[in-house]
Nanobody, 120 residues
Framework: QVQLVESGGGLVQTGGSLRLSCAAS????????MGWYRQGPGNQRELVAT???????NYADSVMGRFTISRDNAKNTVYLQMHNLKPEDTAVYYC??????????????WGQGTQVTVSS
């Protein structure tokens, strides 16, 4: 059984910083892409940032230059460093991983989400 466990969310003032972590555990053969998505009040879940196993990153325009995604392959962990946070960044942040539990097949797993609240 694979689990993704997020941590690092919380309440921060406008302009502040937070660092989210997501650790994958369980029977894992390999991890391809990992990423962060978020869902604000009344909104659909949207992509924030992704990173491939080779380190290629992709960001939503709204977070470009403020957020940095990184991963530690040895620890099966992905991070999201967030700077200059804005009230519109308030959302539940979800970790997503595309991984294999054997030599056959790749599957998508989601974490349970962590709340980020930015006060004005």
């Amino acid at each position: 059984q694979v689990q993704l466990v997020e941590s690092g969310g919380g309440l921060v003032q406008t302009g502040g910083s937070l660092r989210l972590s997501c650790a994958a555990s369980g029977t894992i053969f390999s991890i391809n892409a990992m990423g962060w998505y978020r869902q604000g009040p009344g909104n659909q879940r949207e992509l924030v940032a992704t990173v491939t196993s080779g380190g290629t990153t992709n960001y939503a325009d709204s977070v470009m230059g403020r957020f940095t995604i990184s991963r530690d392959n040895a620890k099966n962990t992905v991070y999201l460093q967030m700077h200059n946070l804005k009230p519109e960044d308030t959302a539940v942040y979800y970790c997503k991983a595309l991984l294999s539990v054997s030599v056959n097949g790749r599957y998508v797993y989601w974490g349970q989400g962590t709340q980020v609240t930015v006060s004005s």
